[in-house]
């Protein structure tokens, strides 16, 4: 998605120096489209535990022996990710609900917006739902003290 957004970027940017005629839309589509794009990598980003990291503190805390504070950290880390982005995608059923009644559209009045506002509240939700994973992932790695024998790699993922 984003490299077919990108081409079509520089499609537009060749459009318009060049031959002085652009889609009306076509700004409009690329804003919307990498937008979401970014909201469905969300997801991604989250599973590679790549999202929110906090590196250098981990790594002090793990330097100085601490291991149990770094396995609570993980938890507290994923619980408050998997709130957060739930009641953003919870949330925005209002602002999705409000642009379909009211047939929001873009500057281009082209483009319907309650689409972005669906894959937007997907993204957050999808980004929750891996993150509730990985809370029930930790907690069971903390109970079983598999924080005392992890390696610094693995303790740096928060």
């Given at each position: 998605m984003l490299l077919g957004l990108t081409l079509f970027a520089l499609l537009e940017i060749i459009r318009r120096y060049i031959f002085g005629v652009v889609f009306e839309w076509g700004q409009d589509a690329i804003?919307?489209?990498?937008?979401?794009?970014?909201?469905?990598?969300?997801?991604v980003t989250q599973i590679r535990r790549g999202h929110l990291v906090m590196n250098a503190i981990v790594q002090l805390v793990h330097s100085r022996g601490h291991y149990k504070t770094v396995g609570i950290a993980k938890i507290v880390v994923s619980t408050i990710i998997m709130l957060f982005c739930g009641s953003v995608g919870v949330t925005g059923w209002s602002t999705l609900s409000y642009a379909w009644d009211r047939n929001l559209t873009t500057y281009s009045l082209l483009i319907p917006l309650w689409p972005f506002y669906l894959i937007l509240m997907f993204g957050f939700l999808l980004?929750?739902?891996i993150a509730f994973l990985q809370m029930v992932e930790d907690i069971i790695s903390f109970s079983r003290a598999e924080y005392l024998d992890a390696e610094i790699e693995l303790t740096t993922d928060i």
């Open positions: 804003i919307v489209g990498i937008v979401s794009a970014v909201a469905l990598y969300f997801g980004m929750a739902f």
